[in-house]
């Protein structure tokens, strides 16, 4: 459980199975100080914060599971969408603990924004008078432990303390670190763009990856831009690109309690105020937004538990889109077809059995079926090209691309995932034993 | 994937997740005969006929796949609701095969109608000519894998030689072994009931357990019964019965092109024939069907591919039916409870979050939940009574239930899976390499 962190930053690699991480520096009007408050019963860190000294535009998209998390009825219960801190904390989700979980959140956003509100008279020319209604929570971790709110409120002036207003790779990778469950390597991502002619920088994190209790993996996607957008807008662009990026990713078919995908916006880049989701002025921001949300989301798949290989699965041609999303998640949350991917077999009938169990009607006779490049059912029937020498060859890769055009329509949908290994059941089962 | 059939019956062994077999010995009308094409390269038997002297009615239900079988094209395109014959092979499934495989079928019926009418002519008084469609047709096994037509009608005389007219556990046995494909033991149910004064039996082989190509394991069920009932009723009585028996068992999600669940009734117990679904005359025999339905389909779950243990997932107070199913079938198929239980890991937090996917609204505050008789969650709160050594000794048991009341409403489901192993990856992921 206990991430080395001396180990990732020592061991020079900066690698995952989408290569090497963006090196993130520093978006106007964004701090982050991160502590540990021995939730672990050791040193790592398991609370960051994001502090916005200027205040922040937000904008979140949370679990659509029927049980949420104390800390998600907090954020929800938020009636100002000016965030001035988001605080994150692991080992613990505040779920399944009542009122005094929530209780837990008041009192720390309570001693939270009365820091931060004496940070602001010191260093502010006009300093703000920072409310406990003004912060954000992000919880990961345990359900149904009880929330160790003392130990959390202990580290809170230390935290405000570590504030600096110039941020760098390493406090970005440590932040990165300091939101980790089971992951095995930080989540990073960064895209720049333009809004009208100011230069703006869109920076997140993420954690993975579909798990919970006692393996606390709850999927946490956080994003920072300096960009000038009010909050409707945020949630918009938010809405909208995380169809394809956040929710177009699949471990396990599990959910969490705890998801959640948040946005801010500093709007010191001093761009004119985006009002409106219909300004083309958002073209260029939107497209990067995209990117980075879905940079990261393929980067939680990845590191799903126990995955040894990224799989992408593409459905093209459906007659509409949501046929074409029933089809690549019937096919990536198929243990059959993600254990024999793990095998490294080229098992087409398991896919063509997923396809039959979406429910949605094809053509048997319009289908294709290709493995990478390779061409492997051409109009339903198995192609005369097939040869099963090279399709072995090409399930030995890392990231493993499954094609499946139905040949009826012009819609199609692309889903992120990864294999089903013995390690995965490992994490799984046996961690207790 | 060889089964040694030597010794199954000479271990003396007869149990299984469930306890003994039961013996199964004669139906009147019903004829067994077994052998080997030679399918698996080895002697085991391949081939199972079930032959109906004085023919039977027939109903069966079939794969909601989109993709199916060519041996479930064959029994769709059957005009005429009599049966003279039920030919399973194993091996291979015949899926993705095209017009060669279906024209496979067509000349195998014909090869074994002709021979079966040649024996009604040296055995019956009043031989009848046996039709092509007179037969039905069960495959399991590889996709997308040439059809062996000839293999098979080499050995149609032979199959058609060995009936005899009386049958025993033997013979019944050898019929369940013979279907099965990486089944690790045989299913076999019966009952007896009354219609009317006649003594009815209904008897049943079944084989497992959700898997496909290569591993090979739609699930099958076959009923036969001496009762004399029409097939109309007999399609309505199958129809509701499967719902909570075949249609309530999971082991991994995944659905076959080739599952069909058939019945078939000899009429030889002479009780006056049953042609409405209201005949009160049936409701001892709709009972009985269910429970020896229900006894077959649970054997398919507890072995299960890699199954250590047996799970019952049964939800009550649910509002609707539907949403009762909706929340058993999320909790069972859910990849992170079923690892928990496999490593005996009392996980209700995993519970909890396979309830909150499930997308039926529930009360938190009204949630009980239950570990067999142990109670964990009670008003939506962890129970006073809780006591994790207890629950911890609880899932050392091979056979486990979980109960969860939702206190919203008066329907209820029960669902049966296995956990998942190691074995399963194993299985599913490793067999080629």
Known sequence: MAINFGNFFNSGSKKSKLGDFQDLEHV??????????????????????????????????YTQSKIISENIKWNLNLKNKKINALLINTRNANVFTGKKGYQGLKDIAEELSARLSEKQKKDEEKPAKIKPNEILFGCTGTIGEKFPTEKIKKNISELVDKIKYTQ???????????????????????????????????????????????????????????????SNVLQKLLRKNIETTFNAITCDGDTSTNDMVSIFSTGIAKN?????????????????????????????????????????VCVKNAKTQEDAKKVAFSIANSPLVKTA?????????????????????????????????????????????????????????????????????QKSFEVY?????????????????
Request: hydrophobic fraction near 40%; charge should be neutral.
């Open 28 to 61: 106007d009007g964004v701090s982050i100080s991160t502590t540990s408050a021995n939730l672990y019963n050791n040193e790592r860190d398991d609370l960051v914060m994001f502090y916005f000294r200027k205040g922040a535009e937000h904008a979140s998209v």
């Open 168 to 230: 760098n790779k390493y406090i970005w990778t440590k932040a990165a670190l300091g939101i980790m469950t089971t992951d095995l390597v930080p989540k990073l991502a960064m895209e720049e763009c333009k809004i009208g002619n100011a230069n703006i920088k869109i920076y997140g994190i993420a954690k993975g990856s579909g798990m919970i209790f006692p393996n606390m993996a709850t999927t946490l996607g956080f994003i920072f831009t300096d960009a000038n957008i009010s």
């Open 272 to 312: 004119h105020k985006i009002k409106n989701i219909n300004d083309l002025k958002i073209k260029d921001f939107n497209i990067a937004l995209h990117s980075v949300l879905l940079n990261l989301a393929k980067r939680v798949a990845a590191d799903g538990e126990g995955a040894s290989k990224f799989i992408t």
């Open 341 to 409: 991917i793990a095998g490294e077999d080229c098992n087409f009938g398991r896919v063509l059995m997923a396809i039959g169990k979406s429910d949605v009607n094809i053509n048997l006779n319009k289908l294709l079926i290709k493995f990478g490049d390779i061409k492997i059912v051409e109009k339903g029937q198995l192609s005369n090209l097939y040869n099963e020498d090279e399709a072995k060859e090409y399930m030995k890769n890392e990231k493993i691309e499954l094609y499946i055009d139905l040949g009826i329509g």
């Open 417 to 433: 995932s990864m294999d089903f290994t013995k390690k995965y059941i490992e994490i799984n089962a046996d961690y207790r034993t």
